[in-house]
């Protein structure tokens, strides 16, 4: 497609006839049509009013809106003017926008607007505001706890949790008050029963064990090295939550590995990050389609060059015309020199001087019966000799009694008064221009 070219600009872009001057037209596309052959490409009704080009081929609003236009995130309907387009390549129209969502908050339930700030964290979508602590509702900072119940919390409030689940952990310990002064261990009988006995309602003892209770590790400084002796050989019997069995464990070192366990609970909650994100939305003009294919630009790269707009797939083949020194096309992303006034086009590598061969892409130049001259080989060996000083004309040059001129060359013959000058009158005169005065003067018959 031939975007810069202005050839056959007479001739109907629809039918190819020639457009005669007192025929109705219609100048789009950089071409020509007869008012009556400008229709859509689509229907093949004569397009009036607004149409787009697809393929360099006009379509009429309607088959451009049903058929090639971006569709609207929202209404699911084609958008053929403004439209509102996201980061994320999604388009609306500038109507539906207002009532276009994020979905809804995890927080309070209520919808988030498109254009309403997120706070992403732990997989859900919240308000900014509604992103708060699980336990005082206070705002979460940018680094916050979460529980085992993935619930977020504040560093005060985790801390007071995990305090309160020691606190829990040790009463469970100490089934029965400790009063300052008493001893802080005691010797329990526990009394193995056989469990079909129990089922039956007869409970037959089995044998007993002898268990050693306590509350801190201070229990084992008032017990003295024997005691502690005796309490690390002792057997204390935990309820397994899971099977109900009775299990073995060393009572200190059963302890231990309890309280572990929960701290791990209450330590394997991990820090989170919230992520905050804003949807940023910008205006897309109605021409925002690519210049090649005609479809909007929505997704992927766009290209604007010389106020033309690409996909930038279909920008890699754009070309502006053929080269006259290769005649090969010259794609809009190679280096070219282009002469509008004679409708011709250059590879910046192919423009060079006919008879020196040197380039001429940095300034002006001559064109010698369709070859391109540098000014210095022009005036050395094309250039035509004035009439008035037989030296060559090389640049701005006069016509004048079938001859060329300098233009400061061209003077009275008989008083050297300037004649090129714009409404100067003079009179040929056996080959020799003069000026009015000097005709009169020398009684010359005007014929």
Not at 9 to 21: D, E, L, P, T, V
Not at 68 to 97: F, M, N, S, W
Request: hydrophobic letters at 25%; glycine letters at 10%; a neutral charge.
């Amino acid at each position: 497609m031939d975007f810069l070219s202005g050839k056959n600009k007479n001739k109907c872009g629809g039918c190819g006839n020639k457009i005669n001057a007192n025929e109705p037209s219609v100048e789009a596309m950089k071409r020509k049509f007869h008012s009556k052959c400008f229709a859509c490409a689509r229907c093949g009704d004569t397009i009036t009013e607004d149409f787009h080009p697809v393929d360099d081929k006009p379509w009429c609003d309607r088959c451009y809106i049903k058929h090639k236009a971006p569709k609207c995130e929202l209404c699911k309907q084609g958008i053929a003017d403004k439209r509102i387009k996201t980061d994320d390549g999604k388009v609306y129209h500038e109507a539906c926008i207002q009532k276009a969502t994020q979905g809804n908050c995890d927080g309070c339930g209520k919808s988030i607007g498109l254009t309403e700030p997120v706070t992403e964290a732990l997989g859900k979508s919240y308000h900014q505001g509604c992103f708060v602590c699980g336990q005082c509702k206070g705002e979460l900072p940018s680094q916050f706890s979460v529980d085992k119940s993935g619930t977020p919390l504040c560093s005060n409030c985790s801390t007071n949790k995990k305090k309160m689940s020691d606190d829990s952990y040790v009463e469970r310990r100490s089934e029965s008050p400790v009063f300052e002064g008493e001893r802080l261990s005691e010797t329990v009988e526990v009394r193995k029963i056989d469990d079909d006995h129990a089922r039956r309602g007869s409970a037959t003892e089995t044998g007993s064990e002898t268990m050693v209770r306590t509350s801190s590790a201070n229990e084992l400084n008032e017990l003295g090295n024997e005691g502690k002796k005796h309490m690390e050989n002792t057997q204390t019997y935990v309820r397994d939550s899971a099977g109900g069995d009775d299990t073995r464990k060393g009572s200190l070192g059963g302890m231990q590995h309890n309280e572990q366990q929960q701290h791990q609970v209450l330590d394997g909650g991990w820090f989170g990050m919230p992520t905050y994100r804003r949807t940023n939305l910008r205006m897309v003009e109605k021409d925002d389609h690519c210049n090649v294919c005609g479809d909007a630009i929505t997704t992927g790269g766009k290209v604007s060059v010389r106020g033309l707009n690409f996909h930038e797939d279909c920008f890699e083949n754009v070309r502006v015309g053929e080269c006259s020194g290769c005649h090969e096309k010259i794609r809009l992303t190679d280096e070219s020199v282009s002469v509008p006034k004679i409708q011709r086009d250059w590879h910046k590598q192919c423009l060079n001087c006919g008879l020196c061969k040197g380039p001429l892409h940095s300034g002006a130049f001559q064109l010698y019966n369709d070859i391109p001259t540098c000014d210095t080989c022009y005036i050395k060996s094309l250039a035509p000799k004035c009439s008035g000083c037989d030296q060559p004309v090389g640049g701005s040059q006069l016509k004048a009694m079938q001859k060329i001129w300098h233009p400061d060359c061209f003077n009275c013959d008989v008083c050297r008064e300037p004649l090129y000058r714009s409404g100067q009158e003079y009179f040929n005169v056996e080959g020799r221009p003069m000026c009015l005065r000097d005709v009169q003067a020398a009684n010359i018959k005007v014929m």
